[in-house]
């Protein structure tokens, strides 16, 4: 499996920003997608994450400003993110997680920078 992750960049406190990922490859229907995030200096954490079936799972600092989607049709895991705050500046990475290998993989990271 192969992710690919768009749409970091910088922007000011309280502005928004759309991430996407699309994964390619051997697509399991049974999966999650989600995002996690990792800052310098600190530990990668969990942002958000949504199963194949639309269950969704939220850090308690995404929660509220934070939406995860996805396309099924197209593989793709969307992160909307708003409100935005100077300590969500970190790498985003995205991650497909297979139930029933359960395996892990990682996109290349992108990196938001929450700055004035």
């Known amino acids: 499996v192969q992710l690919q992750a768009f749409g970091g960049g910088l922007v000011q406190p309280g502005g928004s920003l759309r991430l996407s990922c699309a994964a390619s490859g051997s697509i399991r229907s049974i999966n999650t997608m989600g995002w996690y995030r990792q800052a310098p200096g600190k530990q990668r954490e969990l942002v958000a994450a949504?199963?194949?079936?639309?269950?969704?799972n939220y850090a308690d600092s995404a929660k509220g400003r934070f939406t995860i989607s996805r396309d099924i049709a197209k593989n793709t895991v969307y992160l909307q993110m708003n409100s935005l705050k100077p300590e969500d500046t970190a790498v985003y990475y995205c991650n497909y997680h297979d139930f029933i290998t359960g395996q892990s993989y990682w996109g290349q990271g992108t990196l938001v920078t929450v700055s004035s």
């Open positions: 949504i199963t194949s079936g639309g269950s969704t």
